[in-house]
């Protein structure tokens, strides 16, 4: 009998274990690059207050954090990270389900307008130009003969770089440009901006992350990130042009 009484509490405390598990926040980090997100304010940006407002209106419990780039991506392919906002690829695909798009962002590269007047892709040969580590956003550029990368960890230090002259050009993307020019404190009309790619902005959830195996709570992100998300999405982006 006794046996027979500490097996259906060994039961309960296994489904309450269960249901505990399951009710923990996902958490997702994002790339501390403003407008997406700011150092030092974690809720503050395009991606971190989308996703905020995504998690919250699905109703699946959610922590945010940032961390540097290529941590993000590891992260996702590690499962540590359960949803970034990114620019997909066939590699990103391996680690991390798509799910759903978001917006595009324009990639290209800032340059000074004393030195080069206007810039084309045509007369990128022979320059240094700014490329922040592990993105894909000036992938375009790879196919340009004699252009020099240098491998930058943050757009903040291309634009210090740049300044100093030290680069040729550096990269920046919009939305975001002008916060981060403006935050610099370099005029925007001294400088030019050569547009390089336009490309998606997805929801990556990673396929190692407890998520993933939640379809109801897939489905229900999925519907507002392709309903009500998407003027969201608009007024962000239009908030930190």
């Not at 249901?19 to 997100?37: G, L, M, Q, R, S």
Request: net charge positive; with cysteine.
């Amino acid at each position: 009998m006794p046996f027979a009484v500490r097996r259906p509490l060994t039961a309960l405390l296994l489904a309450g274990l269960t249901h505990a598990a399951a009710a923990a926040p996902a958490v997702a980090y994002t790339v501390p690059v403003p407008p997406w997100t700011f150092p030092g304010a974690q809720e503050k940006g395009v991606a971190t207050e989308y996703l905020r407002y995504l998690f919250d209106t699905a109703g699946v419990p959610l922590t945010l954090d940032s961390l540097p780039y290529v941590r993000v991506i590891n992260g996702l392919r590690d499962g540590s990270n359960t949803a970034a906002v990114l620019i997909p690829d066939a590699e990103r695909d391996t680690f991390a389900l798509r799910l759903c798009q978001v917006t595009t962002i324009r990639s290209g590269i800032l340059y000074k307008r004393s030195r080069y007047g206007e810039l084309n892709m045509s007369r990128l040969s022979g320059l240094i130009v700014g490329m922040q580590r592990g993105t894909h956003a000036l992938d375009r550029l790879n196919s340009v003969p004699g252009l020099q990368p240098y491998i930058i960890d943050s757009i903040d230090q291309g634009l210090k770089m740049l300044e100093k002259d030290r680069l040729d050009a550096t990269f920046v993307s919009s939305p975001g440009s002008e916060i981060l020019l403006a935050a610099a404190g370099l005029s925007r009309s001294d400088y030019g901006w050569l547009q390089v790619q336009e490309q998606p902005v997805v929801i990556y959830v990673s396929r190692r992350a407890p998520l993933i195996q939640d379809s109801a709570a897939l489905d229900r992100l999925r519907a507002v990130c392709d309903g009500s998300g998407r003027a969201v999405m608009q007024k962000l982006v239009e908030h930190y042009r």
